[in-house]
């Protein structure tokens, strides 16, 4: 699959682009549920991030250095190093008049629409997590500090792969951390993890340890997403070892969720591979057994997944007070 191809794969998600394909922004479908005043995601359940002012970003949209069989992106296609950088300003004013197209639909007269349409105007909350590792943008610490000098910014959420260490340690020399950073875990060995992020890198697992091992130095609020896939990670055996990383690595929050029989993964994962809620819930509950840091503290059925946090964290779970 080509470049364009690849682009038209996109569109069809209704992904915008910004430059020549580096940058795409999305209203996700828990965005779009809370501008017709139908909910909102887990994210702001357990953190209070603004929902319905999300923008979801990505500055690397088709380049990833994992192809995770989980992924609901084309990931076979999405190899190698992203071409020179755009300018994280232009990269935000053009991402900014993207979503405008995409939630344009959403501009009624009715007086609530309204209201709720002006509100998913205000772009309290950055997600740099919509497609691709963000990570290889080489002007990511300019990008987050932009956002979050912005007039209205609340919070700015990071997803990483954890790939990226040098990255991620440059984030936070140069001040410039995320509100909260996430690194997402779907293997606690290098075998599994091999074999579930296809990753060929040559120090890959070794790259991955040293950002899991830079969590508990850094000054902002960090999170380890576990991804349980039925038949491949989810398991007696994993259970021992994933205790064992987490309980290493003291992130703040770990969201233990299952994985979304979703996009392009379902031709490398069958349905059943989807755990349902309340297998994630068992999980978790056996996890927290065998991790003395941690405490359950929420869930969303919805979206199949549980929260837990570190006992002695730092942090309120809430950034921002809202339902
Ligand atoms: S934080 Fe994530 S789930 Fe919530 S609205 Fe933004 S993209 Fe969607």
Not at 66 to 71: A, E, G, I, L, Q
Not at 163 to 185: A, D, G, H, R, V
Not at 271 to 290: D, G
Request: glycine share 4%; proline share 5%.
């Amino acid at each position: 699959m080509n470049k364009e191809s690849l682009l038209r794969e996109f569109r069809k998600k209704q992904y915008r682009f910004f430059g020549n394909g580096d940058a795409a922004i999305q209203v996700c479908e828990w965005n779009k549920k809370a501008l017709r005043g139908k909910g909102h995601c887990y994210k702001q359940d357990f953190y209070g991030a603004h929902c319905i002012s999300c923008h979801q970003i990505t500055p690397s949209a088709l380049w990833c250095n994992n192809s995770c069989v989980f992924c609901w992106r084309p990931m076979e296609y999405m190899r190698g190093k992203p071409p020179s950088p755009l300018s994280p300003e232009k990269m935000i004013e053009g991402l900014i008049e993207e979503r405008k197209i995409l939630i344009s639909g959403f501009k009624s007269s009715g007086a609530s629409a309204r209201k709720r349409y002006d509100e998913a105007m205000e772009e309290k909350h950055w997600a740099i997590s919509l497609s691709g590792e963000p990570t290889l943008y080489k002007k990511l610490p300019q990008l987050i500090s932009l956002l979050k000098k912005r007039p209205k910014t609340e919070t700015v959420f990071l997803v990483s792969n954890g790939q990226n260490p040098k990255m991620l340690f440059q984030l936070w020399e140069k001040n410039s951390l995320p509100t909260q950073l996430y690194i997402s875990i779907a293997a606690p060995n290098k075998g599994l993890y091999r074999k579930i992020t296809c990753n060929t890198e040559k120090n890959g697992w070794k790259n991955y340890l040293k950002s899991l091992a830079l969590l508990k130095l850094l000054p902002c609020r960090t999170v380890i997403r576990l991804t349980l896939i039925k038949e491949l990670n989810y398991s007696e055996e994993t259970l021992c070892e994933f205790a064992e990383v987490l309980e290493a690595v003291q992130s703040d929050f770990i969201e233990v969720k299952a994985y979304m029989n979703l996009g392009f993964s379902r031709r490398r994962l069958k349905y059943e591979a989807m755990p349902s809620h309340s297998e994630v819930k068992a999980y978790s509950e056996q996890l927290l057994e065998k991790m003395p840091s941690y405490a359950y503290e929420s869930e969303k059925k919805e979206s199949r997944i549980v929260l837990l946090k570190k006992r002695k964290s730092r942090f309120k779970t809430k950034i921002i007070e809202r339902d």
